[in-house]
């Protein structure tokens, strides 16, 4: 247990630095890190590490080694275009604590419509409290008290005694593949912490998650003769009727699964993009839309996609239908009550805070899975209150951060444990 004295020492480090912290947060997001576009944004988690006297890994994502694991989602980019940034940190004398991993995402989901947000995405404009921009809560404020919850530590004259990585990915938002790159690549620990916006709770459960795009094909005929074709658009929307269906079958299911049964819809089927036809005067043949569908932790990813296969090929459409996997091919997870690692953090968050740690349950992806399904480490998805993550004037609380910004500060120093430097 930390003495008060050091926990003093360690929170009154990140006050002193929050200002710095909240400037780095911005300029984060005004590095417009989109999929495939991060560059610029890793540049700028490199430079930082690195001046952080972390020993620096960069890589690009490889294909064929992620392809052959079960926990891989099919990538529809340029794997040149996709790279980590992992720094890691030894301590000076032999470890004596539990090593570590401070783990975030760099790659932010699309603004839609830049003119419907009440300012521009990238500005990070802070007002009455809260930092706006794609990305400030999902999840670059996490990202940045990670950087500065460890330098928390050193500001406060202590040396973590473990080893650290620290983590910055890509692909959480649409594959999960940047985590499993980093796993695969042989960076483990005891424990993780990923500072998602998750209201100064930590997830205890999440769901798993298939992208698919289904085609629908049709006749094409001149509109004078639309009895004569087949309207592969109109076709498409029973389609989704039918997958609606497969949907309420599942949500009927949820007493079945720990966690899930009080949830009011954890299954959760959304049709995120749409496109058809050829021409506004023919009866279009072709229509394309693209699904997001939840699973509950159990369920393999290849039982839950023959089931969505088998409910397409029993379409009540009339159409021929076909699909393809097109991202995301993950299982859900369950973070067990009762470890050294949640311990940690609960008493940490309640030295904060002031009150008990809470946990719950989301319906959301959360690269969590990878850690604790195919390392075995406990993943403690853990941050700040945020509102209108991936809509429209995203934004983070900041006085949020900064308490959780301490919570892992605190967490590093009692969990990798510390020597006082000279």
């Known amino acids: 247990m930390l003495t008060p004295e050091i926990t003093r020492r360690i929170t009154?480090?990140?006050?002193?630095?929050?200002?710095?912290?909240?400037?780095?947060?911005?300029?984060?997001?005004?590095?417009?890190?989109?999929?495939?576009?991060?560059?610029?944004?890793?540049?700028?988690?490199?430079?930082?590490?690195?001046?952080?006297?972390?020993?620096?890994?960069?890589?690009?994502?490889?294909?064929?080694?992620?392809?052959?694991?079960?926990?891989?989602?099919?990538?529809?980019?340029?794997f040149e275009d996709l790279t980590n940034v992992v720094g890691t940190y030894t301590p000076a004398a032999p470890a004596t604590g539990r090593s570590l991993i401070l783990n975030g995402h760099i790659d932010v989901v699309p603004t839609g419509p830049e003119d419907t947000w009440s300012r521009s995405p990238w500005d990070a404009e802070i007002k009455d409290g809260w930092m706006y921009g794609r990305g400030s809560g999902d999840m670059k404020a996490g990202l940045a008290a990670n950087l500065f919850a460890f330098d928390a530590l050193r500001a406060a004259g202590l040396a973590p005694a473990a080893?650290?990585?620290?983590?910055?990915?890509?692909?959480?938002?649409?594959?999960?593949?940047?985590?499993?790159?980093?796993?695969?690549?042989?960076?483990?620990?005891?424990?993780?912490?990923?500072?998602e916006p998750e209201e100064n709770m930590l997830v205890r459960a999440n769901v798993g998650v298939i992208w698919f795009k289904v085609r629908v094909s049709g006749k094409p005929t001149h509109v004078r003769e639309m009895a004569t074709g087949f309207n592969a658009i109109d076709a498409a929307y029973t389609v989704m009727g039918d997958l609606r269906e497969?949907?309420?079958?599942?949500?009927?299911?949820?007493?079945?699964?720990?966690?899930?049964?009080?949830?009011?819809?954890?299954?959760?089927?959304?049709?995120?993009?749409?496109?058809?036809?050829?021409?506004?005067?023919?009866?279009?043949?072709?229509?394309e839309f693209d699904v997001?569908?939840?699973?509950?932790?159990?369920?393999?990813?290849?039982?839950?996609?023959?089931?969505?296969?088998?409910?397409?090929?029993?379409?009540?459409?009339?159409?021929?239908?076909?699909?393809?996997?097109?991202?995301?091919?993950?299982?859900?997870?369950?973070?067990?009550?009762?470890?050294?690692?949640?311990?940690?953090?609960?008493?940490?968050?309640?030295?904060?805070?002031?009150?008990?740690?809470?946990?719950?349950t989301t319906p959301g992806y959360l690269d969590g899975r990878v850690f604790t399904l195919y390392g075995g480490i406990p993943a403690l998805v853990y941050g700040p209150v945020s509102e209108a993550i991936h809509g429209f004037d995203e934004r983070v609380h900041v006085e949020s951060v900064r308490k959780v910004t301490k919570t892992i500060a605190l967490f590093i120093a009692e969990w990798c444990g510390v020597t006082e430097t000279p």
């Open 12 to 78: 009154d480090a990140v006050d002193a630095a929050f200002a710095s912290q909240l400037e780095f947060t911005a300029e984060l997001v005004r590095h417009p890190s989109l999929r495939a576009e991060e560059a610029s944004a890793q540049d700028l988690m490199f430079a930082q590490m690195e001046s952080r006297g972390l020993s620096m890994d960069r890589w690009q994502l490889d294909e064929e080694t992620l392809s052959a694991h079960v926990g891989y989602g099919p990538t529809t980019v340029a």
């Open 163 to 195: 080893v650290i990585h620290m983590q910055s990915v890509v692909e959480e938002e649409c594959t999960g593949n940047g985590s499993l790159a980093a796993l695969q690549r042989g960076y483990t620990a005891e424990a993780v912490i990923i500072p």
């Open 246 to 287: 497969l949907q309420d079958k599942w949500n009927a299911d949820k007493g079945s699964h720990r966690y899930f049964e009080d949830l009011d819809h954890p299954i959760n089927f959304n049709i995120g993009m749409i496109s058809g036809g050829d021409w506004p005067s023919s009866v279009p043949s072709w229509c």
């Open 292 to 360: 997001r569908a939840a699973l509950y932790p159990g369920v393999t990813a290849a039982d839950a996609w023959a089931q969505i296969e088998n409910c397409l090929q029993d379409s009540t459409s009339g159409a021929e239908v076909s699909a393809v996997r097109s991202g995301f091919f993950s299982e859900g997870y369950v973070l067990e009550e009762g470890s050294d690692a949640e311990g940690v953090l609960a008493s940490s968050h309640q030295e904060v805070f002031g009150s008990a740690l809470e946990s719950f």
